[in-house]
């Protein structure tokens, strides 16, 4: 029997986490704390003691770090070493701003990056995957149990970036079009404290290499190899998988084309074979438009931020800082012309797909083995709500459900929600086996 969409009740993001106050029940004023500030100082200095050359390989960026009521402090890490100088940097490519206490709790292991970020307490511009990265390049304070690192795997041909951290089962996050391993932090940091997570970068994405869109390369097949192949790499044997929009697709396929390297797996507005641009199949398989993002393009940041709004039910759920770090990151990322070429292509590869059929989607969908879970969102503008339904017909063993107060990014509109949902399903799944 079919499990029928199920609605899920209100929810709302944590709130952030309120800043120390003195004795006297007065909150602390960090610009003229000496005794803090000069503490800072000493931690700044000290990041070139805790630097991790083997961590950083081959990286040159520089870092800004503006701390309220100090200013700016530039970290640049070049051919293995780190220079730590004051002031700031016009070619620095990410900014990390928060306030004095903030900082050193984060360089002392009282709370990480992605939740301070996440909470709005540290706030970042620039390249957002770069910034990401910045905690793993770093000696964790003592003490400290959760260590991030980044790491880079080839398969066939491609160099995939992943940020790790956390141990146990293997759960892999996979992104969705556009977008690359950041777009996952919330559910990172929710799962990373049983589970060894693993967020990538897709090829054609955010720091993994972006081949030319030849032959069968992003297809949803090729694409759901190469997470196989980064699977077989890592050892990651019998994982988990979780996806967003067309993660969730490609985490469809990964199931159907290597189910015992799968122990289950999670869409979070997963992509599906869309009825509504069937009229257009046929032109958009025989258009080769990938290739236009060979010429030359920039995004305006407020188009980007507008349009990423729009992935929202509520986008007030979200701080206003984060929709422009993500908005600047996207404009970024798009002067690449291989991101665009890749963006184009799966684009293309996502409305051809086939609804009817001996080889369609939904046939197929129908012979996936591996334990299931859906969430699909009331207001999502890019996989309609209806989906739901015809997910929980195809397939009589999920577990499928409509949430009716959120967009097309559950994992960053209601992360709690979400991250309880996926603990929930995940527990389940382990006392069943």
């Known amino acids: 029997m079919a499990t029928t969409p199920t609605l899920a009740g209100q929810s709302r993001p944590r709130a952030a986490p309120a800043?120390?106050?003195?004795?006297?029940?007065?909150?602390?004023?960090?610009?003229?704390?000496?005794?803090?500030?000069d503490e800072v100082r000493a931690s700044l200095l000290r990041l070139a003691e805790r630097f991790r050359v083997r961590e950083a390989g081959a990286l040159d960026a520089r870092f800004v770090i503006d701390i309220e009521g100090r200013g700016p402090t530039t970290v640049h890490v070049h051919g293995g070493r780190c220079l730590v100088t004051p002031g700031d940097d016009p070619r620095a490519a990410a900014r990390l701003v928060?306030?004095?206490?903030?900082?050193?709790?984060?360089?002392?292991?009282?709370?990480?990056?992605?939740?301070?970020?996440?909470?709005?307490?540290?706030?970042?511009?620039?390249?957002?995957?770069?910034?990401?990265?910045f905690e793993t390049l770093f000696d964790p304070a003592p003490g400290v149990l959760r260590q991030l690192s980044t790491r880079s795997t080839a398969v066939r041909?491609?160099?995939?970036?992943?940020?790790?951290?956390?141990?146990?089962?293997?759960?892999?996050?996979?992104?969705?079009?556009?977008?690359?391993?950041?777009?996952?932090?919330?559910?990172?940091?929710?799962?990373a404290d049983r589970y060894e997570v693993h967020a990538i970068d897709l090829p054609g994405f955010g720091k993994s290499s972006k081949p030319l869109p030849t032959g069968r390369r992003y297809t949803m097949a090729w694409m759901a190899d190469v997470v196989h192949g980064y699977l077989v790499r890592n050892d990651l044997t019998d994982a988990y998988l979780v996806g967003n929009s067309m993660g969730g697709r490609i985490a469809v396929e990964v199931g159907l084309r290597h189910p015992r390297a799968v122990r289950g797996m999670v869409g979070l507005g997963a992509a599906v074979a869309f009825d509504e641009y069937q009229r257009f199949a046929p032109l958009i398989r025989l258009s080769r438009t990938h290739w236009v993002g060979l010429s030359?393009?920039?995004?305006?940041?407020?188009?980007?931020?507008?349009?990423?709004?729009?992935?929202?039910?509520?986008?007030?759920?979200?701080?206003?800082?984060?929709?422009?770090?993500?908005?600047?990151?996207?404009?970024?990322?798009?002067?690449?012309?291989?991101?665009?070429?890749a963006l184009l292509a799966c684009a293309r590869q996502l409305g051809a797909e086939p609804v009817d059929g001996r080889r369609s989607y939904w046939r197929r969908l129908a012979g996936l083995e591996v334990p299931n879970?859906?969430?699909?969102?009331?207001?999502?503008?890019?996989?309609?709500?209806?989906?739901?339904?015809?997910?929980?017909?195809?397939?009589?063993?999920?577990?499928?459900q409509l949430w009716q107060d959120c967009g097309h990014v559950p994992q960053f509109e209601l992360p709690e929600r979400t991250n309880q949902a996926i603990h929930g399903w995940l527990a389940k799944q382990e006392a069943a086996r």
């Open 157 to 191: 041909g491609a160099s995939i970036e992943s940020l790790v951290a956390g141990s146990g089962t293997p759960v892999v996050l996979i992104h969705g079009l556009g977008a690359n391993k950041v777009s996952f932090l919330p559910t990172f940091d929710g799962l």
């Open 19 to 37: 800043a120390p106050e003195e004795e006297d029940g007065t909150p602390p004023n960090p610009a003229t704390d000496a005794a803090v500030l």
């Open 373 to 400: 879970f859906w969430i699909f969102g009331r207001h999502d503008r890019l996989v309609h709500h209806r989906y739901a339904q015809r997910v929980a017909d195809t397939l009589p063993s999920a577990q499928v």
């Open 98 to 133: 928060t306030d004095p206490r903030t900082w050193l709790q984060l360089v002392d292991g009282r709370v990480d990056g992605i939740a301070a970020f996440i909470a709005g307490r540290l706030s970042i511009s620039g390249d957002l995957n770069l910034a990401a990265r």
């Open 296 to 341: 030359p393009a920039r995004l305006r940041t407020s188009w980007v931020e507008t349009g990423l709004r729009e992935l929202f039910h509520d986008p007030t759920r979200i701080p206003a800082d984060n929709f422009r770090a993500a908005a600047g990151d996207v404009a970024i990322n798009f002067r690449d012309p291989g991101y665009r070429m």
